[in-house]
């Protein structure tokens, strides 16, 4: 199995994984990518330490991905990827830049935007204290 994923891209992977756990778990076949997501972590992070509990779904997905030699980290990693901004997704696409350089452009855009919003809020309430 590990032969083919050498050659393919991040979003062809996820679509891979996504039809696995569809076709081993034909339940969580109306489930969103943001509850798959919340799954894969649970699921790596039972990967990196085996002294948590996962569910009995996620258990069967471990399984299925640890038999088809897919690293539960490494999935999880692809399915945040996955629900990055498009823009994102034509740079890693284009080889502009790499998944590590993506995820941190990312966090730092979700950064500067909560410090903006921050700063809005910090402004409003100067206002409003100077308004009394």
Known sequence: MREDWIRKDVFEKVKLVKGMIHSTIPGLQKASDIELKLMMSHIA???????????????IIYDTLIRNDINPSTAYKW??????????????????????????????????????????????????????
């Open 45 to 59: 992070h039972f990967h990196v330490n085996n002294r948590k509990t996962i569910s009995e779904n996620e258990a």
């Open 79 to 132: 399915f945040c990827l996955t629900m990055l901004p498009a823009d994102f997704h034509h740079k890693m696409k284009s080889g502009r830049i790499s998944q590590k350089q993506a995820l941190r452009q990312a966090a730092g855009r979700k950064r500067d935007r909560e410090i903006r919003m921050s700063m809005e809020i910090m402004q409003m309430v100067r206002e409003s204290i100077r308004k009394i």
